[in-house]
């Protein structure tokens, strides 16, 4: 994912635009006096530390319902976090990566556990799927939205950002979950079988590489009986997408 920061003006800009879009009285101008400017020196220094990164500013000013950006730009100032990458871009990613871990702070224990859980999925996933596996409602997604980290890509649909699923997905392993792989390939493979023709046309179109990443999981983990009742299903869609190749490989990992 290419790490590229807004100028200055271009980060302030969408800083109170988002920041607005949460509380729709949020103001960083003024009459110049004390109060105002210490707004603005605040969104200036959140925009830096962020490296001007749109996604990093996003994040930011969804708490601005519940914090003064002051104490937004001071507790993510005072967050450490370790670089992950020994590239050109690690400053960067080392930013993003102390909104994320600021994020993550305040949400719940539930919150936490339901975005960590949605970093398996690949592509999108639906409501029902994130019910499923993430053991998420619908109020859970919303409050995820609001805070910026995960995006409605369509009706009923979402999707995390790349990075983020990166994070989250550090964050599961750090507490793993031994039937997660197991609720995923279920879910999947089982809704696979029982649609008709024509729906599962559908959903291959919409799923498919939940659906892969579905199978490849049951392979792991061994479970032969979801293997065999899937295996007529997943071999159509496969060969829907005219990836034979790719799909005797699957097959053959599950011999």
């Known amino acids: 994912v290419q790490l590229e920061g807004l100028a200055p003006t271009q980060a302030f800009a ?6 607005r879009r949460v509380l729709p009285t949020f103001s960083a101008t003024g009459n110049g006096d004390p109060g105002s400017r ?14 001007g990164l749109p996604l990093g500013i996003e ?9 003064a950006v002051a104490e937004i730009a001071q507790s993510i100032a005072e967050i450490a976090v370790q670089p992950q990458r020994a590239d050109g871009l690690v400053s960067r990613h080392h930013k993003l990566s102390s909104i994320f871990e600021y994020s993550w702070q305040l949400l719940s224990p539930r919150q936490q556990h339901i975005l960590a859980r949605l970093s398996l999925f690949r592509g999108g996933f639906d409501r029902v799927a994130a019910a499923a596996v993430a053991e998420s409602a619908l109020s859970d997604l919303s409050t995820l939205i609001s805070y910026s ?54 959903r291959h179109l919409i799923d498919f590489e939940n659906i892969c990443s579905a199978w490849q999981r049951a392979v792991a983990d061994g479970d032969a009986a979801l293997i065999e009742q899937a295996a007529t299903s997943f071999g159509g869609c496969v060969a829907q ?15």
């Not at 969408?14 to 920041?19: C, N, S």
């Not at 210490?38 to 490296?51: G, T």
């Not at 994040?59 to 914090?67: K, P, R």
């Not at 997408?241 to 011999?255: C, I, P, Y």
């Open 14 to 19: 969408l800083f109170v635009d988002r920041a």
């Open 241 to 255: 997408f005219s990836l034979m190749a790719d799909g005797n490989k699957l097959f053959e990992d599950a011999v």
């Open 149 to 202: 980290l995960l995006q409605r890509v369509d009706a009923g649909r979402y999707d995390l950002h790349p990075l983020i699923r990166e994070f989250a997905a550090q964050k599961l392993a750090v507490d793993p979950d031994a039937s997660l792989n197991a609720k995923y390939s279920r879910h999947y493979l089982t809704a696979l079988v029982a649609m008709e023709r024509e729906a599962r046309a559908q």
């Open 38 to 51: 210490s707004i603005v020196a605040a969104i200036n220094r959140i925009c830096e530390q962020v490296a």
């Open 59 to 67: 994040l930011a000013a969804s708490w601005v319902e519940h914090y």
